[in-house]
């Protein structure tokens, strides 16, 4: 069940309690009036007050769902309360010898528990997770308001430990349930993370009551207690101040969000406790206060302590969070850095050590064709590798990107058991996307004096050896150009004059010098399966049959076979295998639509098509620029990629490449 009350409803409501509680607090200050039953303000509104104001607080409750709860037992020791009150009112006053302890007393004090109990979940619903840290620090705020109180109010009371068993417990039972309570509303300060509304007014109100029952204590104590006086207003303010506090809606709050507030908190505490002990040094402090004081500075020296302790711990893990690579878990650049000054002291021409700089080759392809989040487990798996690789002969480093590093202890050279593993560490056999390493190796001291000068020639060399293998790419790819022309003529010159204006059309769309290269090889080998066409084919002078048209739709599928027979240019056979796809999914070989398509072969199919356009054919003549940019204009967005078009057509007209279409 959800109460469900207009925010107009809900204020009169608590508008008339109010102005009844204002009633009761005139009658209290000014005195009984012309009522037409005696004591009709001073009981009956009294007990009216204190049952709304039960009733009023379980009605909040049912507004709430995460804390109902809390509100419901808190609500229920407002109306136990107020149970006791009509006991003591209509049955143990009425008595001629009225027992003590009595089921008053008893009705009483149970309402303490079910406020405990609320405030206990209230903080459990709002402050998560809490900590033993936040337990020592509300045990700092009951010690010390202990202490204070007990020193305050403990003289008045010097017959609470006199009479019967029964007689002291429940006498000690009041005085020890307010300081508990009081306890509870240091604990709320401390853990909220601001003072609004909700737990301002149900503080405001545990505060009222606590005050009530120490002033009424002491005045029953030397006899000064009046009934209907203004102490007999605190109660009820109490209870609605409480009632209030349930219709309030308070937001949850971590922990680490409360940080600014724990200082002041304890500062204040352990000023009340040391207060406490120094009054003691001019004046009388009872040994109870004194004691509690005492307890309340040895709990703030352990939750100092501990704060030592957790900043020595947070200092020792930003320590490793500043030398640690946040994806891979190896040691960082700088921890290299570090590592690598040392090394540079220490090695000897005798005993050299040898830093091994490696580049994953074939990342960006393998990245770009499943994924950043599988191109990021796959560095997490490598790594893992990398690290196991070379356990026990060096350490392991990522740079960042796709580099890594490794420190190892002795001198390594071409070919090194160890060096090995950590390449093959550096495999991934993704076909068709593998992944594996370039590197470079610097033995230290012989080869490098210096941290700065070690990582830039072990750079240097990865990057030889990396051209290296990118010549040998070019050899297979010169292989492939060679048997072309030897094949067709026309149709290589037309290859290399869509791989020259699709280079400028990947740089006016900002591609890398990587991915730039493989759309040129690609834009240079697009039509290399079209080698496999007869000529009957491929050179008919009439229309294609089906059967014919579907001849030809197959030479990607060839093309990518054969550039792909090179390992090197494998990158390069996916993007000539989708070189036909269209924008709308009505290409060839595999209906890709969109940015299923490789960039890359997006571009190469405008580049070819504007060369095809632009260019003499044996059954027509070139078309002009402009004829042939509004062709391309008209099929934007179906044939081609509205992106790549855009670009081409600033390429050909606006940077001086008009020329380019003939």
């Not at 406490?276 to 040094?281: A, K, P, Q």
């Not at 499943?370 to 480093?397: I, P, Q, S």
């Not at 834009?523 to 000529?535: F, N, Q, R, W, Y």
């Amino acid at each position: 069940m959800r109460v469900d009350m207009s925010s107009r409803k809900t204020r009169a409501l608590f508008g008339l309690v109010a102005l009844a509680l204002a009633v009761h607090a005139v009658n209290a200050f000014a005195g009984p009036g012309e009522w037409p039953f005696p004591g009709a303000i001073s009981t009956w509104l009294y007990l009216a007050l204190m049952y709304a104001a039960g009733l009023l607080g379980l009605l909040g409750a049912l507004r709430h769902t995460r804390e109902r709860l809390a509100w419901a037992a808190v609500s229920t020791g407002l109306l136990l309360w107020a149970t006791g009150d009509v006991l003591v009112t209509f049955w143990i006053d009425k008595m001629a010898d009225p027992p003590y302890p009595s089921m008053a007393d008893a009705v009483y004090l149970s309402g303490y528990v079910g406020v405990y109990t609320g405030i206990i979940l209230l903080l459990r619903s709002r402050v998560r997770p809490v900590r033993r840290a936040q337990w020592i620090e509300g045990t700092v705020g009951f010690l010390a308001l202990a202490a204070l109180a007990t020193a305050v109010a403990l003289p008045a009371f010097t017959g609470l430990t006199e009479g019967k068993v029964a007689e002291i417990a429940v006498n000690l039972a009041y005085p020890f349930c307010d300081l508990l309570l009081l306890s509870f509303v240091g604990l709320a300060l401390g853990l909220s993370r601001r003072l609004d509304r909700s737990w301002a007014l149900l503080i405001l109100g545990q505060l009222a009551n606590v005050v009530a029952d120490i002033t009424f204590a002491y005045q029953d104590a030397v006899g000064s207690y009046v009934a209907g006086s203004w102490l007999d207003t605190l109660w009820p303010l109490s209870g609605v101040l409480t009632a209030a506090a349930a219709w309030q809606t308070a937001p949850r709050a971590r922990l680490d969000e409360l940080g600014g507030r724990e200082l002041p908190l304890n500062i204040a505490f352990a000023s009340i406790a040391l207060g406490v002990l120094m009054v003691g040094r001019f004046t009388t402090v009872n040994d109870v206060a004194a004691v509690l004081a005492g307890c309340a500075l040895v709990a703030v020296g352990l939750r100092g302590a501990m704060l030592f302790r957790d900043n020595l711990r947070l200092l020792g893990a930003s320590r490793r969070e500043s030398l640690t690579d946040g994806l891979s878990g190896l040691a960082n650049r700088r921890a290299l850095m570090l590592d690598l000054e040392e090394a540079v002291a220490t090695a000897t021409a005798a005993e050299p050590r040898t830093l091994a700089l490696f580049d994953l080759d074939g990342f960006k392809q393998y990245n770009d064709a499943f994924g950043h989040a599988a191109g990021d487990a796959l560095l997490k798996r490598l790594a893992a590798a990398l690290e196991t690789a070379v356990d026990g002969h060096g350490r392991a480093y990522r740079l960042g990107g796709d580099e890594f590093c490794v420190l190892l202890d002795r001198h390594a050279v071409d070919g090194d058991e160890v060096v090995e593993a950590a390449l093959l560490a550096l495999f991934e056999p993704a076909d068709p996307y593998a992944v594996d390493a370039s590197y470079g190796l610097v033995a230290l001291p012989l080869d490098a004096d210096t941290a700065a000068e070690a990582l830039r020639l072990a750079d240097h060399r990865m990057y030889a050896l990396k051209h290296g293998r990118r010549a040998t790419q070019g050899q297979a790819r010169e292989v492939l150009l060679a048997l072309l022309g030897e094949r067709e003529p026309d149709l290589q010159r037309h290859m290399r004059d869509v791989a020259s204006l699709a280079r400028a059309v990947g740089r006016q769309l900002g591609l890398d010098a990587e991915d730039l290269d493989v759309v040129v090889r690609a834009a240079e080998l697009h039509d290399i399966g079209k080698v496999a066409i007869p000529d009957a084919i491929l050179h008919k002078p009439g229309p294609l049959t089906d059967e014919e048209w579907s001849f030809v739709h197959k030479h990607t599928l060839i093309g990518e076979r054969i550039v792909s027979a090179a390992e090197a240019l494998r990158p390069v056979g996916r993007v000539v295998r989708s070189s036909h796809e269209r924008w709308d999914g009505g290409g060839y070989p595999d209906g890709l639509r969109g940015e299923e398509i490789p960039l890359g072969a997006r571009i190469v199919l405008v580049c070819d098509a504007w060369d095809a356009m632009t260019s003499d054919r044996s059954y027509r003549r070139a078309l002009p620029a402009d004829v042939a940019a509004e062709e391309l204009r008209a099929n934007t967005g179906t044939q081609f990629d509205p992106e790549v078009v855009g670009a081409l057509l600033a390429v050909v007209f606006d940077t001086g490449r008009i020329s380019a279409a003939r």
